[in-house]
C-alpha cells in the first residue's frame, strides 16, 4: 500500500471517530437549539466567540483520553476510568458512571420533553404528549431499536441539512439585528458568568467520551488520535457557532422560546422547510432517546441476574428507564437544560475536564517515556 493510501485511510477513520462525536453532539437538544440558547447565546454576543473555545476545550479532553485508551487498551468507559483515575478510580469511577447514567436519563428525558413540546407547539396538551411519546419511545425500543440505529447516520445527515438550511437563512433574513447587537456589544451578562456557562457545557459534553471512547480503537496513532480531534473540533465548532449567530440575530424574540430554533422556523414563512424541520427534530428526538436507553441497558443487563430472559430484562429496564426519563420530561425541556446539564456539567468539569486534560497528559507522557525507554534497552 502506497503513502499517499495509507494517509486516505487514516483521514477516513479518523473522520469516522469524529462524526460520531459529532452525531452525539448534534442530537435532539442541540437540534432545538435550547442548548445553544442557554449556555450561550441568551448572554449576549460573546456567543459568537465562545463556542469555538469550548469546543477545542472538550477536543482537548477527547484528545488525552483517546490516548489514555490507545496506551491501555481501554475502549469500554469502565475500564478506561480505573486507568484515567488510578489510585483514586474506587471512588471517581463510580462518579464518572453517576454522571453518565445522568446524561441517559436527562438526555433521554429531554428528548421526551422536546417531543411533547413539538407536538404542543401544533396543539396537543404537553402531558399527552408526554405520554404518547413516552409510549412511542418504548415500543420503538423494544421493537424498532435495530432500525433506529441502522437510520442514525442518516438522522444525523437530515439535521446537519436542515440546520444548516435553516442557519443560512436565519441569519440572511435578520442579519441587521445580528450587525446590531455585535456593534452595540449587547451582553446582559458579565463575562465571569458566561466563561462559567460555556465551562459547563463543556463538562456536560465531556461525559460523551464515554460513547467516542467505544469508536475510537482503529486510531493505533498520536497523529490518528490527533486529525480526528482536529476534524471534530471544525465539525462541532463551526455548527454550533453558526447556530449561535442564527439564533443571537433573532434576540429577543428566541430568548424565552423552548424550542428557538423551531420559533425562526416559523418566522421564515416556509411551509416546507417548518414540517421538514418538525420531521427530523422529531426523528433527531428519537435517535436520541432511544440511543441513551439501550447505554443504559448494556450497562445494567451485566450487573442484575433476574429475569433470566434477556428479552424480558431487557425490556424490564428499558421500562424502568422510561418512566424515570417520563418523570424528568415534567420538568420541561428548559428546566432539564437549564438545572439538569448545568449541574452535571459542573460535575464534570471537575471530574473529567480537569482530570483528563491535566492527569490524563502527566499519564500519557509517563507512557511514552517508559516505551521509548523500553524500546532503547531493546535497541
Not at 432545538?32 to 463556542?51: A, R, Y
Not at 447514567?101 to 404528549?129: D, H, K, P
Not at 425541556?333 to 490524563?360: D, H, Q
Request: glycine letters at 10%; one cysteine or more.
Amino acid at each position: 500500500m502506497s503513502e499517499n493510501s495509507k494517509s486516505k485511510v487514516g483521514l477516513l477513520t479518523a473522520f469516522e471517530v469524529a462524526a460520531v462525536w459529532f452525531g452525539a453532539h448534534v442530537g435532539g437538544g442541540f437540534a432545538t437549539g435550547n442548548q445553544t440558547m442557554n449556555f450561550f447565546v441568551k448572554h449576549g454576543w460573546n456567543s459568537i466567540w465562545l463556542p469555538a473555545v469550548i469546543i477545542t476545550i472538550i477536543g482537548l479532553t477527547y484528545r488525552e483520553s483517546l490516548i489514555l485508551a490507545r496506551n491501555y487498551g481501554t475502549y469500554d468507559y469502565k475500564s478506561w476510568s480505573k486507568k484515567m483515575y488510578a489510585p483514586y478510580d474506587k471512588v471517581f469511577s463510580v462518579i464518572f458512571e453517576l454522571g453518565y447514567l445522568m446524561i441517559v436519563l436527562l438526555g433521554t428525558g429531554g428528548s421526551i420533553a422536546g417531543s411533547a413540546s413539538l407536538l404542543e407547539s401544533f396543539g396537543l396538551n404537553y402531558l399527552v404528549g408526554v405520554l404518547i411519546t413516552g409510549a412511542v419511545f418504548y415500543i420503538l425500543t423494544i421493537y424498532g431499536a435495530d432500525l433506529i440505529r441502522k437510520a442514525s447516520t442518516i438522522i444525523t445527515l437530515l439535521i446537519l441539512i436542515f440546520l444548516t438550511i435553516i442557519v443560512i437563512v436565519g441569519i440572511s433574513s435578520n442579519s441587521s439585528n445580528l450587525s446590531h447587537l455585535v456593534a452595540t456589544k449587547y451582553s446582559p451578562s458579565s463575562i465571569g458568568t458566561t466563561l462559567y456557562s460555556g465551562l459547563r457545557y463543556a463538562g456536560y459534553q465531556s461525559f460523551v467520551v464515554a460513547i467516542v471512547l467505544s469508536a475510537s480503537d482503529n486510531l493505533k496513532s498520536d497523529a490518528a488520535i490527533n486529525k480526528s480531534v482536529v476534524l471534530g473540533i471544525i465539525l462541532n465548532g463551526v455548527m454550533i457557532t453558526l447556530s449561535c449567530l442564527m439564533l443571537l440575530s433573532w434576540v429577543p424574540g428566541t430568548l424565552k422560546q423552548t424550542l428557538p430554533l423551531l420559533y425562526v422556523c416559523k418566522q421564515l414563512n416556509s411551509k416546507f422547510l417548518l414540517v421538514a424541520y418538525s420531521t427530523v427534530l422529531f426523528l433527531a428526538f428519537v435517535s436520541t432517546g432511544i440511543g441513551c436507553v439501550f447505554g443504559a441497558v448494556a450497562r445494567f443487563e451485566k450487573i442484575f441476574k433476574k429475569p433470566e430472559n434477556i428479552k424480558t430484562k431487557r425490556g424490564l429496564i428499558s421500562l424502568v428507564c422510561m418512566l424515570f426519563s417520563m418523570g424528568i420530561s415534567l420538568f420541561g425541556l428548559t428546566k432539564i437544560v437549564v438545572v439538569g446539564y448545568g449541574y452535571v456539567g459542573i460535575l464534570g468539569i471537575f471530574v473529567v475536564v480537569i482530570p483528563c486534560i491535566v492527569v490524563g497528559r502527566i499519564k500519557n507522557s509517563r507512557f511514552k517515556k517508559e516505551k521509548d525507554s523500553v524500546s532503547s534497552l531493546e535497541v
